[in-house]
C-alpha cells in the first residue's frame, strides 16, 4: 500500500472537524451530544465479506479514503494511534511527518506483532486511553462487532480493563453527513451512474418484456441490473471499476410489495401491473438511489394516488432546505396527506427518507417524527415515499388486485432554496405509464379511423418515450437540427452584433531609422574613403552615392548578390520599394509611397592590386556582401522572434509548493521538444499550476487559468500514455508559441525486431506481454491517481477529459489519416503530432462535403463561433462513419449540415464576414442546407437526368426504340415489321452464321448493280435508325449514376444531339448513292467521336467501363444481324 496516496489536506482538514466536535461537545454543558462524554474514541476493523456498512469503515473512508481492516484507531486527548499491519503503517506514514499541527494531536503509529499476539501493542493503546481525560469512558460504535481472532482478543483485552462504552455513531453520521465540494461531485456521479442503468437497461428491459410478453423472473431481472452496472454500453463518463451496488436490485410486482430496502426480488415471474423499481450504484465508496414505480394500463383512480405521491415528494424536498427540522418536513408531508388524502394516510411510508453518503442508510438521520435533527448544507438524502397495500376493484386478475407505489430520489440540501435533485429520471405518469391494446381494440379503432394499422401480434406496450423512439433516428435527428438551425442563427446574430463594436485595429509597424542625427554616424576611414561599411551596431550599410555616403538601414535591404567578371567583382543590391512583390512580413509598409525609391545599386571594383597595396580594392566589396549578410540575418531572426512574442499574454508567476506531497510524474517526455533532441523531465502540480522540469534543467510552466481543455489518454490499444494541455493563450519555450502541451510516456516497444524468430510459447515473449501488462497497468494507475489528485487540490478547476475510443471514427485533420476521438467537450487525436484539438464549446456549425452515395469518403469542415477564425478540416471520413458522426453531433446539440460539393471556406467566411446582418437576412447558415429551394430544383434537375440515363431490359429496349421511331415518319413502318423477326433471328444466331452471311453480303457488294444498291439503301435506313436509337440508349447508359454531374455533356443533352443527327442523316439518305455513302460515313465517325468523349467522361467510374465494352461488343453482333436482315429483305 505504499505505493497509494493518501490526500494529507483533505486527512487534517476532517481530523480538524472531529477534534473540534468533540472539544465544542465537552465545552457545552447542555448539549445533547454524546461525544461530550466521551474520553477518547476507540474503533476496531476486521475482515467480513457480509458486513457492506459500518460507522468504522465509514470513518476510516472518510478520513484516508480507504478502508483499512484489521486495524485498531484510537484518538484521545493527546495522540492519535494506530494499530495495523506493516504495509497499512507505511500508507499512514504520510500523515506521521507530513503537517506540523498545533492543534492537533501527535500520531503515533503501532505496527502489528503476531509473535505476542499484540499484547505488548494492546498495552501501549490501554495506556494511552487512561492518559486521555479521565480515562474511563471509551465512545465506540455499538452495532459494528467484527469477527476474527485480532477483533475477539481486542474485545476481550477491552473487558478485563472494565471500560465504561458510550455509543457516538449518532454524533459521527451527524459530522460526517455535510458533505464537501469534492464529496458532492462524487456523489453526483454515483446518481448518474443510477439513472443511466435504470432508464437504458431496466426501463428498456421491461419495455421489452411487455412488448413481447415474455415471462420473467423478478431475480433474473435483477441479476441483469448487477451485470449492467459495469457495462461501459450503459455507464459512460466514470471509472467502472469504482461502482458498485450499494444493494442487490428489487423488483416487485403481482402483489407482493415490501417497501423496504432489505427486501429482496423474488422467484415470481413479472405481473404486468404495479411494478416497483429500486436500485443504487454506489461510486468510490459514495451512494446514490432511485425508486421508480412502472405502471401497465392503470386505472384513473391509480393514476390519481401516484400524482398525490408525485405532489407529496415534491412538498417534502421544498421543505427541506438547511435550517430546517427533519420532524417539521415529515409534519409538513404529512398536512399535505391528509388534506389531499386522508384515506390513504394509513397507506404511508413510516418516514420520507434518510441521509446517505459513504453508509447506504444513515439511521440516525432520518425524515421522520421523531427526529429533531437539523438539515445542513451539503447534506444529501434519499427521499423516498410511498403507498402500500391499495386495492384495485377493476383489476381482473389475482395479482393485481393488491398494489403498492413507491417513488425516491437522491437529493441534495441547499441552503434557501428547495433540495436540488441529483436523480434525473422522469416519474410522471406519460413517462412511466405503459398502455396496452388488444386486439379487439386495435380493430375498432381501425374501423373508426378507417386507416390500415400495421399490429406487432397480440399486444402493443406503448409509453410516450417510446413513441418517439419508434420514429428512425434519422427523422429525430432531423427535427432536432431543425430546431438548433433556428437557434444557431439566432444566437450567432445576437453574438456578432456585440462582437462588431469592438473590432481590433490594425498594427501599424514601427518605421525603422537608422541613424537620428547625423552626429551618430560613424567616423570610420571606410566612410571619408567613400567605401562601403557596415555599422552592426546600428544596422545599417553606408553607401557612397555620387560622392556622398548615404546610411540604409538592413531592413530595406531585399537581397545581394556578387559576381566576378574578368578583373572586376560586381555588388548588386536590391531594395525593397512600392510595386515590389514582398514575401509574407517582409519590408514593412512604406510610410511615403510616392516618394522617390533606388531600386538597385550596382558597385564595381577591380581585383587587380597596385604597387604597395596590402590587399585589392574588391577586398571591399567582398567584406561589405560578408558583413551585410550576417546583419540581414541577425535583423531577421530578431524579427521573427519579436512576431512570436506580438500575441502573447503576459501568465502570472507560477507560486511553487514546498510540500513534498505534491502531485508529480516522473520520466515524461515534453511534445513539442524543448530542443531538437527530446529530453525527459518531471510534471508536478503546485499551488497555480504545472511545472515541467527536464534533466537538463528546462522549465515549461502551464499555469491552471490557462488550461482551456485537460485530457488523460490512457494506454489502452495505443502505445504511448499522455497527459495534453489545450491553453487559452500561446505560451513560449523553445523560442516559438505553442497552445498545446503534451506529456508522456512510451509504453513498450514501438519498434518490433522482426529478425527475431517468433514463436507463440516462447518463454521470452510470454514474460515480455506479461510485463508489457504488469507495466501498462502500473503507468494507468499512476498516470490516473496524478489526475485524481490534481483535480482534488484544484477543486476541480482543472479536470481530466478521457478520450471514448469505442466512439471515434477516422479522419485525415493533416496529412495523414489518424483516429479521431470525441471527448465529453472536445473532438481529439493526441497520439500523432502536430495533435487535433476542437472544443465543441467553441464550434458554430459543422458541414459534410462530398457526401455522395459513390464515393468513399467525404469531409468535415467546422466552422468555428469567431468567424475570423479559419475553419478547420477533417478529409477522408469513411462513408459508413457518416450516421456514427451525425449521432454524436446531434447529441451534442451541434447543427450539422451536408452537402455534394467542396465549398471555398475562405471566400464564404470573407462574404459573411463583409456582411453579417445581410448574410442573417437572407437565412443565414440555412444556405448549407440540402432541403433550401436551390437544392430542391437541383436534385429534381438531376432526377430528370437520372431518369434519362436508366437503361431498360431487352423488352423494354424494344418498346423504347419503337417509342422514338415515332419520331421518324420514314423509319416507323419498317421498325414495327420487323421487331418479330429480329427476336427470332437473334435467339436462333451465333458468331459462325453471321460471319458466313457477312462475307455472302461482301461478295454481293462487289459483284455491284444499281439493284442491289437501291434495296440495300432502304433496308440500310431502316438499320441506320434502329442501330442509333440503340447506340444512344447505350451510351446514356452507359453513364448512369447518383452522383450530380455539373459537365455540360450530360447524358440526356448528348442523347439530343444523337436524335437531331439522326434525323438529318435520314434526310440525307434519299440522295444519290455517293453523299449516301459520304453521309452515312461522317454520321458514324461523328458516333465514333461522341462515343469516345463519353469514354473519356466515364473513366472517373471505373466499373461502367468494362460493362460499356460488353455492351459495345453485343452492339457490333446487333449491326451485322441487321445488316444481313436488310440484304434478305432486298433479296425477296
Known amino acids: 500500500m505504499s505505493n497509494i496516496s493518501l490526500d494529507k489536506d ?10 473540534a466536535a468533540w472539544k465544542a461537545a465537552a465545552a457545552d454543558p447542555k448539549a445533547d451530544d454524546t461525544l461530550a462524554k466521551v474520553d477518547c474514541l476507540v474503533s476496531c476493523v476486521g475482515v467480513d465479506e457480509d458486513t457492506l456498512y459500518s460507522k468504522s469503515t465509514a470513518l476510516q473512508t472518510w478520513l484516508f479514503g480507504y478502508e483499512l481492516p484489521d486495524t485498531i484507531t484510537v484518538l484521545t486527548e493527546h495522540s492519535m494511534c494506530f494499530l495495523a499491519s506493516k504495509k497499512k503503517i507505511e500508507f499512514l506514514r504520510q500523515i506521521e511527518n507530513g503537517k506540523e499541527e498545533s492543534d492537533l494531536p501527535p500520531v503515533k503509529l503501532l505496527i502489528r506483532d503476531r509473535n505476542d499476539k499484540d499484547k505488548e501493542n494492546f498495552n501501549k493503546l490501554i495506556q494511552e486511553i487512561k492518559k486521555s481525560k479521565s480515562g474511563k469512558t471509551l465512545g465506540v460504535f455499538a452495532k459494528d462487532n467484527y469477527p476474527g481472532e485480532f477483533c475477539e482478543s481486542w474485545k476481550n483485552t477491552m473487558k478485563s480493563e472494565k471500560f465504561e462504552n458510550v455509543d457516538v455513531s449518532s454524533s459521527i453520521a451527524l459530522l460526517i453527513a455535510p458533505k464537501e465540494d469534492s464529496e458532492i461531485i462524487t456523489v453526483k456521479k454515483a446518481c448518474l451512474v443510477t439513472v443511466d442503468v435504470f432508464t437504458k437497461y431496466l426501463k428498456d428491459q421491461i419495455m421489452e418484456i411487455i412488448d413481447s410478453d415474455k415471462k420473467v423472473k423478478h431475480s433474473k431481472l435483477a441479476e441483469g441490473v448487477e451485470a449492467a452496472i459495469s457495462d461501459k454500453k450503459y455507464v459512460t463518463g466514470v471509472d467502472t471499476s469504482q461502482v458498485d451496488m450499494c444493494y442487490p436490485p428489487i423488483i416487485q410486482s403481482g402483489g407482493n410489495y415490501s417497501l423496504k430496502f432489505s427486501a429482496v426480488s423474488d422467484k415470481n415471474h413479472l405481473h404486468f401491473g404495479a411494478i416497483i423499481c429500486s436500485l443504487g450504484a454506489r461510486y468510490k465508496s459514495y451512494c446514490s438511489n432511485i425508486v421508480r414505480t412502472l405502471l401497465v394500463n392503470p386505472t384513473d383512480e391509480v393514476q390519481s394516488n401516484y400524482n398525490f405521491l408525485l405532489n407529496l415528494e415534491e412538498e417534502v424536498m421544498k421543505r427541506l432546505v438547511s435550517g430546517a427540522k427533519l420532524s417539521a418536513v415529515y409534519e409538513a408531508g404529512l398536512e399535505l396527506a391528509k388534506k389531499e388524502k386522508p384515506d390513504l394516510v394509513e397507506n404511508l411510508t413510516k418516514t420520507f427518507g434518510f441521509a ?7 439511521s440516525s438521520i432520518v425524515i421522520g417524527p421523531k427526529t429533531s435533527i437539523v438539515a445542513k448544507k451539503g447534506m444529501v438524502f434519499n427521499i423516498n415515499i410511498g403507498l402500500a397495500n391499495l386495492t384495485n376493484s377493476a383489476a381482473t386478475e389475482k395479482e393485481g388486485k393488491t398494489y403498492a407505489l413507491f417513488i425516491g ?6 441552503d434557501e432554496q428547495p433540495a436540488s435533485l441529483l436523480t434525473q429520471s422522469k416519474k410522471k405518469i406519460k413517462n412511466i405509464g405503459i398502455f396496452l391494446k388488444d386486439d379487439d381494440e386495435e380493430e375498432e379503432e381501425e374501423k373508426e379511423n378507417k386507416t390500415e394499422i400495421l399490429g406487432r401480434g397480440k399486444r402493443t406496450a406503448v409509453i410516450e418515450s417510446k413513441l418517439r423512439t419508434e420514429h428512425s433516428s434519422e427523422e429525430k435527428r432531423k427535427e432536432h437540427q431543425k430546431e438548433l438551425a433556428i437557434a444557431l442563427n439566432e444566437k450567432a446574430k445576437e453574438r456578432l452584433a456585440k462582437q462588431s463594436s469592438n473590432k481590433d485595429s490594425e498594427k501599424v509597424r514601427k518605421n525603422t531609422v537608422s541613424y537620428k542625427s547625423v552626429s551618430q554616424m560613424p567616423r570610420e576611414n571606410e566612410v571619408k574613403e567613400l567605401k562601403l561599411y557596415v555599422d552592426r551596431k546600428y544596422e545599417t550599410v553606408i553607401l557612397p552615392i555620387f560622392g556622398v555616403p548615404v546610411p540604409f538601414h538592413i531592413s530595406t535591404i531585399k537581397n545581394i548578390s556578387q559576381s566576378v567578371e574578368g578583373d572586376y567583382t560586381y555588388l548588386r543590391i536590391n531594395f525593397f520599394h512600392p510595386g515590389a512583390t514582398m514575401g509574407k512580413n517582409e519590408g514593412g509598409n512604406n510610410q511615403q509611397p510616392d516618394a522617390t525609391f533606388v531600386k538597385e545599386v550596382t558597385y564595381r571594383s577591380t581585383n587587380t592590386k597596385e604597387p604597395g597595396e596590402i590587399s585589392p580594392p574588391s577586398a571591399n566589396l567582398n567584406t561589405g556582401f560578408r558583413l551585410i549578410k550576417e546583419v540581414q540575418k541577425k535583423f531577421k531572426t530578431r524579427e521573427a522572434e519579436e512576431r512570436e512574442k506580438e500575441d502573447l499574454v503576459k501568465q502570472d508567476t507560477l507560486i511553487l509548493s514546498q510540500s513534498k506531497g505534491n502531485p508529480k510524474l516522473k520520466d515524461l517526455y515534453i511534445r513539442p521538444n524543448i530542443v531538437t533532441k527530446r529530453m525527459s523531465g518531471s510534471l508536478e502540480a503546485h499551488s497555480n499550476g504545472f511545472r515541467f522540469t527536464s534533466v537538463r534543467g528546462d522549465k515549461v510552466d502551464i499555469l491552471y487559468n490557462n488550461i482551456k481543455n485537460a485530457f488523460f489518454q490512457p494506454c489502452d490499444g495505443e502505445m504511448i500514455i499522455l497527459l495534453h494541455f489545450h491553453l487559452k493563450h500561446a505560451i513560449m519555450f523553445g523560442k516559438k508559441k505553442h497552445v498545446d502541451v503534451q506529456f508522456y510516456t512510451e509504453v513498450g516497444e514501438i519498434t518490433t525486431d522482426l529478425g527475431k524468430h517468433q514463436h507463440m510459447h516462447d518463454r521470452d515473449d510470454l514474460a515480455a506481454e506479461q510485463s508489457e501488462r504488469e507495466l501498462r497497468h502500473k503507468l494507468k494507475q499512476a498516470f490516473k491517481s496524478f489526475c485524481e489528485r490534481v483535480e482534488n487540490s484544484t477543486k476541480q478547476e482543472v479536470e481530466f477529459d478521457t478520450p471514448f475510443r469505442e ?25 500523432e503530432w502536430p495533435p487535433f484539438v476542437i ?10 462535403e462530398r457526401v455522395q452515395f459513390h464515393l468513399k469518403n467525404f469531409d468535415m469542415v467546422f466552422v468555428f463561433k469567431d468567424y475570423a477564425k479559419k475553419v478547420a478540416m477533417v478529409n477522408a471520413v469513411p462513408m459508413n462513419m457518416l450516421d456514427h458522426v451525425k449521432e454524436w453531433l446531434n447529441s ?3 447543427r450539422y449540415s451536408e452537402g455534394i460539393q467542396s465549398l471555398n471556406w475562405t471566400k464564404v467566411m470573407k462574404t459573411i464576414t463583409d456582411d453579417i446582418e445581410g448574410f442573417f437576412d437572407n437565412g443565414g447558415w440555412s444556405f448549407l442546407d440540402p432541403e433550401s429551394d436551390a437544392e430542391n430544383e437541383q436534385q429534381e434537375e438531376d432526377s430528370e437526368e437520372e431518369d434519362d440515363a436508366y437503361e431498360p431490359t431487352d423488352a423494354e429496349s424494344e418498346e423504347e426504340s419503337e417509342d422514338d421511331s415515332e419520331y421518324d415518319s420514314e423509319a416507323s413502318d419498317a421498325s414495327d415489321g420487323d421487331s418479330e423477326d429480329e427476336d427470332d433471328e437473334e435467339s436462333g444466331k451465333d458468331w459462325s452464321d453471321l460471319e458466313r452471311e457477312a462475307a455472302e453480303e461482301d461478295k454481293e457488294r462487289a459483284m455491284g448493280g444499281d439493284d442491289y444498291e437501291r434495296k440495300r439503301k432502304a433496308g440500310h435506313r431502316d438499320f441506320h435508325d434502329n442501330k442509333k436509337h440503340k447506340s444512344s440508349s447505350h451510351k446514356s447508359s452507359s453513364h448512369k449514376s447518383p452522383s450530380k454531374h455539373n459537365s455540360s455533356s450530360s447524358p440526356s443533352k448528348n442523347r439530343d444531339k444523337h436524335k437531331s443527327s439522326h434525323s438529318r442523316d435520314n434526310k440525307s439518305s434519299h440522295g444519290d448513292r455517293k453523299s449516301s455513302h459520304g453521309d452515312r460515313k461522317s454520321s458514324h465517325n461523328d458516333r465514333k467521336s461522341s462515343h469516345n468523349d463519353r469514354d473519356k467522361h466515364s473513366k472517373s467510374n471505373g466499373d461502367h467501363k468494362k460493362s460499356s465494352n460488353d455492351k459495345s461488343h453485343k452492339r457490333s453482333r446487333d449491326d451485322s444481324r441487321e445488316h444481313e436482315r436488310s440484304s434478305k429483305k432486298s433479296k425477296k
Not at 356 to 362: N, P
Not at 409 to 414: P, Q
Open 10 to 19: 483533505t486527512f487534517y482538514r476532517r481530523i480538524k472537524r472531529l477534534y
Open 807 to 831: 466512439l471515434g471514427f477516422p479522419g485525415a485533420p493533416y496529412r495523414s489519416t489518424v483516429l479521431l476521438q470525441p471527448t465529453s467537450g472536445a473532438l481529439v487525436n493526441l497520439t
Open 839 to 848: 472544443a465543441l464549446e467553441d464550434v458554430e456549425l459543422v458541414h459534410f
Open 409 to 414: 430520489d437522491t437529493v441534495l440540501v441547499n
Open 356 to 362: 446517505m453518503g459513504i453508509e447506504f442508510r444513515e
Open 892 to 894: 451534442c446539440d451541434i
